[in-house]
């Protein structure tokens, strides 16, 4: 019914940037608060960014001041801007969208299949 996808993932030199992008297609009504997660090597999946419905955004405190989260609730897509790419955000990124479908009165937690960022030093 609901799809996440992601691009943008890819290899950077250390102190590059990226740019991640999640779009949502299906049968939606509403999107509420949109995260991107990240998974490193061995580690378990963390949160890096959030926003909300109304554009309230949240931090992991090792990406604040580099990364910045977006959406266009009319193109149903968030973004997630890295710049000054460090080793340490190597991983697999992950989109999440509290979804509501149509036909539905509750938000459903969608995850897209990923896309791989590595930064080399």
């Known amino acids: 019914q609901v799809q996440l996808v992601e691009s943008g993932g890819g290899l950077v030199q250390a102190g590059g940037s990226l740019r991640l992008s999640c779009a949502a297609s299906?049968?939606?009504?509403?999107?509420?608060?949109m995260r991107w997660y990240r998974q490193a090597p061995g580690k378990q999946r963390e949160l890096v960014a959030a926003?909300?419905?109304?554009?309230?955004?949240n931090y992991a405190d090792s990406v604040k001041g580099r990364f910045t989260i977006s959406r266009d609730n009319a193109k149903k897509t968030v973004w997630l801007q890295m710049n000054s790419l460090k080793p340490e955000d190597t991983g697999v990124y992950y989109c999440?969208?509290?979804?509501?479908?149509?036909?539905?009165?509750?938000?459903?937690?969608?995850w897209g299949q990923g896309t791989e960022v590595t930064v080399s030093s």
């Open positions: 299906g049968r939606l009504f509403s999107m509420n608060a």
């Open positions: 926003i909300t419905s109304g554009d309230r955004t």
């Open positions: 999440n969208a509290e979804i509501r479908v149509w036909g539905s009165t509750v938000y459903t937690d969608y």
